[in-house]
């Protein structure tokens, strides 16, 4: 059930970003002018540091390798994939419900490189368009000729490097070094800096998925604790809306030495 939440997140966010690009940036980009972001003060160029995303998404593919095999190891996978596909989920129905009532211009990087409209805007075209940028995970979004134009305002990108990381360095046996886990966050650190580096993204777009991403997060380990210590129903945290969601996504997990995350590294 878990795995139905998350893949309709990411299509309900899929298909939102898609909408914006063929109806409304596609076709009219030069309509709109880039706002200013702070990355400006620190240099004219307009395409950004070359290379910098590809960084990004590779860096995305080793994390996504690191979830692998810790998936693979664990005696708890069951709980982690529980628990990773609802955060998942959850992140990309707010990421569509950002972006779909607050739409910001393409960076000064993407004025007049968005890809052209590439449906006629019907509801079928659309849905068939989302499918197939699904299937590449939102990788090569920048490249042939396939400049998606309409995920301002919070960047999926930043999101889920942060969801894979802190997963990692969270549910992996205390005998991985510590040393490991500090280079994951150096590196985690790094490609988000990188999306900014590279004129991807506004930083407000890398800011507001930090915050949303760390707090939700941190809101269901703190929940986790506190139902272990049955203290649910007197803590503000059970006022979260998905608490409900959370309770029944908990209720049948077995209670043992694997149930916490080992730490919040």
Same mark, same amino acid.
């Given at each position: 059930?878990?795995?139905?939440?998350?893949?309709?997140?990411?299509?309900?966010?899929?298909?939102?970003?898609?909408?914006?690009?063929?109806?409304?940036?596609?076709?009219?980009?030069?309509?709109?002018?880039?706002?200013?972001?702070?990355?400006?003060?620190?240099?004219?160029?307009?395409?950004?540091?070359?290379?910098?995303?590809?960084?990004?998404?590779?860096?995305?593919?080793?994390?996504?390798i690191c979830?692998?095999?810790?998936?693979?190891?664990?005696?708890?996978?069951?709980?982690?994939?529980?628990?990773?596909?609802?955060?998942?989920?959850?992140?990309?129905?707010?990421?569509?419900?950002?972006?779909?009532?607050?739409?910001?211009?393409?960076?000064?990087?993407?004025?007049?490189?968005?890809?052209?409209?590439?449906?006629?805007?019907?509801?079928?075209?659309?849905?068939?368009?989302?499918?197939?940028?699904?299937?590449?995970?939102?990788?090569?979004?920048?490249?042939?000729?396939?400049? /998606?134009?309409?995920?301002? %305002?919070?960047?999926? =990108?930043t999101s @889920?490097? #942060?969801?894979?990381?802190? +997963?990692?360095?969270?549910?992996?046996?205390?005998?991985?070094?510590?040393?490991?886990?500090?280079?994951?966050?150096?590196?985690?650190?790094?490609? /988000?800096?990188?999306?900014? %580096?590279?004129?991807? =993204?506004?930083? @407000?777009? #890398?800011?507001?998925?930090? +915050?949303?991403?760390?707090?939700?997060?941190?809101?269901?380990?703190?929940?986790?604790?506190?139902?272990?210590?049955?203290?649910?129903?007197?803590?503000?945290?059970?006022?979260?809306?998905?608490?409900?969601?959370?309770?029944?996504?908990?209720?049948?997990?077995?209670?043992?030495?694997?149930?916490?995350?080992k730490e919040?590294?």
């Amino acid at each position: 059930m878990m795995m139905i939440w998350a893949i309709s997140g990411v299509y309900v966010n899929a298909f939102v970003e898609i909408y914006l690009h063929e109806t409304v940036f596609g076709p009219n980009q030069l309509e709109y002018e880039p706002l200013w972001d702070i990355y400006e003060l620190f240099g004219e160029e307009r395409n950004g540091i070359d290379g910098l995303f590809s960084f990004t998404e590779r860096a995305m593919l080793f994390f996504l390798i690191c979830y692998i095999f810790l998936l693979a190891l664990s005696p708890n996978r069951q709980v982690i994939i529980r628990r990773f596909c609802f955060l998942g989920g959850l992140i990309y129905f707010y990421r569509a419900l950002f972006i779909s009532v607050t739409t910001l211009p393409p960076t000064r990087k993407l004025v007049g490189e968005c890809s052209r409209p590439q449906t006629s805007g019907t509801i079928g075209e659309l849905l068939i368009r989302t499918f197939f940028f699904v299937l590449t995970g939102g990788f090569k979004m920048n490249q042939d000729g396939n400049n /998606i134009c309409g995920g301002y %305002l919070f960047s999926g =990108h930043t999101s @889920i490097i #942060i969801l894979f990381s802190r +997963f990692v360095c969270n549910y992996s046996s205390k005998k991985l070094p510590r040393s490991f886990k500090y280079g994951l966050k150096v590196l985690e650190v790094l490609s /988000i800096v990188c999306i900014i %580096l590279a004129h991807e =993204h506004y930083t @407000i777009d #890398i800011i507001t998925a930090w +915050f949303l991403m760390t707090r939700e997060m941190w809101i269901y380990t703190s929940l986790l604790q506190t139902q272990d210590e049955n203290l649910n129903e007197n803590i503000a945290l059970t006022n979260v809306w998905w608490s409900s969601f959370f309770e029944w996504i908990e209720e049948d997990l077995p209670r043992d030495e694997f149930y916490l995350p080992k730490e919040n590294f």
